[in-house]
């Protein structure tokens, strides 16, 4: 199956830097790639949808000027978690779509970046 | 509103033991798909069913999904530790483009 990869998968950070995280697909092109951030013992939550070339789509209560999002390339997206507090402490997981053929649409994820902030 | 509901939410089982996973919804999905997430890890698709009424089986793991392409379920016979894991369900509706996710199984396999 395809791959996606991202980078950091974990960092450490203080109350107030920025953290950038990257999700590059690494044997396919993807169009869209998507942000979700999960929980403890929670499900997935999206948070936006990152198209290549355009403005990336946020979810209702995900602060765009907080999380920013830029897909430069059809393999490479990423997400700048600005002015970090504590609260942004999660487990930041992206995926990327990749079509198919008889209506699938497929749907990679990466191996997560664990974010810590102090 | 949880457009996907899934239940179990947690199931700890014997190995050996057969488990039902169930996935429903009010809607229609064009397709949905099936993860397994290990702590730490992102989840790691399994299946993908786009016909009402189809059956794919993973070698202990048979997936099903409804004739309406409303629910769908997983069954693991003869469970096994290495099963253990979050389970999701997630499906694409029909004319949507985001994928929605069920609030996940978390599953424990005891040896």
């Known amino acids: 199956g395809a791959v996606v990869s991202q980078h950091p998968s974990w960092v450490i950070c203080k109350s107030g830097t920025s953290v950038k995280i990257e999700c590059r697909s690494l044997?396919?092109?993807?169009?869209?790639m998507f942000w979700y951030r999960q929980f403890p013992k929670q499900s997935l939550m999206l948070m936006a949808t990152s198209n290549e070339g355009s403005k990336a789509t946020y979810e209702q209560g995900v602060e765009k000027d907080k999380f920013l999002i830029n897909h430069a390339s059809l393999t490479l997206s990423t997400l700048t978690v600005t002015s970090a507090h504590p609260e942004d402490s999660s487990f930041y997981i992206c995926?990327?779509?990749?079509?198919?053929?008889?209506?699938?649409?497929?749907?990679?994820f990466g191996p997560g970046t664990r974010l810590l902030v102090l | 509103t949880q457009l996907l509901e899934q239940s179990p939410q947690f199931l700890s089982i014997q190995e050996g033991e057969n488990l039902t996973v169930y996935c429903n919804s009010s809607?229609?999905?064009?397709?949905l798909q099936w993860y397994r997430q290990e702590p730490g890890e992102g989840p790691v698709l399994l299946v993908t069913v786009v016909t009402g009424g189809e059956v794919k089986k993973l070698k202990r793991l048979t997936f099903q999904f409804g004739d309406a392409r409303k629910d769908s379920s997983l069954h693991i016979t003869a469970a096994q530790p290495g099963d253990t894991g979050l389970y999701l369900c997630a499906g694409d509706r029909t004319g949507g483009f985001k994928t929605i996710f069920g609030a996940g199984t978390r599953l424990f396999v005891k040896a």
């Open positions: 809607s229609v999905f064009s397709s």
């Open positions: 044997d396919f092109q993807a169009t869209t």
């Open positions: 995926s990327a779509r990749e079509g198919g053929t008889g209506g699938e649409e497929t749907q990679y």
